[in-house]
């Protein structure tokens, strides 16, 4: 059993920074990557950033340059610093995870429940 929880979400104005942190709890053996994940109403569900153990990122070219995700292997949390955030930046950021659960041999996506971010003067 595992599950990712997820804080830091917000208003915050145009220009503004938020730190989004997610923590995966429960009988973990090992987790390979982590990320965010966000969507609008109206959109589909993009990736936003991706951090596998070893520190290799990824980034949307949307984010690139203004986010950057980071990662505590003791702590098993994956964080999103956000900063010179736009509106177009609102949505709701989900945490996601590939987990091997103790007792398994494969590693599986979790995924949180989402906090909302709104960007708005």
């Known amino acids: 059993q595992v599950q990712l929880l997820e804080s830091g979400g917000g208003l915050v104005q145009p220009g503004g920074s938020l730190r989004l942190s997610c923590t995966a709890s429960?009988?973990?053996?090992?987790?390979?990557?982590m990320g965010w994940y966000r969507q609008a109403p109206g959109n589909q569900r993009e990736l936003v950033a991706r951090?596998?153990?070893?520190?290799?990122?990824n980034y949307a070219d949307s984010v690139k340059g203004r986010f950057s995700i980071s990662r505590d292997n003791i702590k098993n949390t994956v964080y999103l610093q956000m900063n010179s955030l736009k509106p177009e930046d609102t949505a709701v950021y989900y945490c996601n995870a590939s987990v091997r659960p103790v007792g398994r041999v494969y590693h599986r996506d979790y995924w949180g429940q989402g906090t909302q971010v709104t960007v708005s003067s």
């Open positions: 429960g009988s973990i053996l090992s987790i390979n990557a």
């Open positions: 951090i596998i153990s070893g520190g290799n990122t």
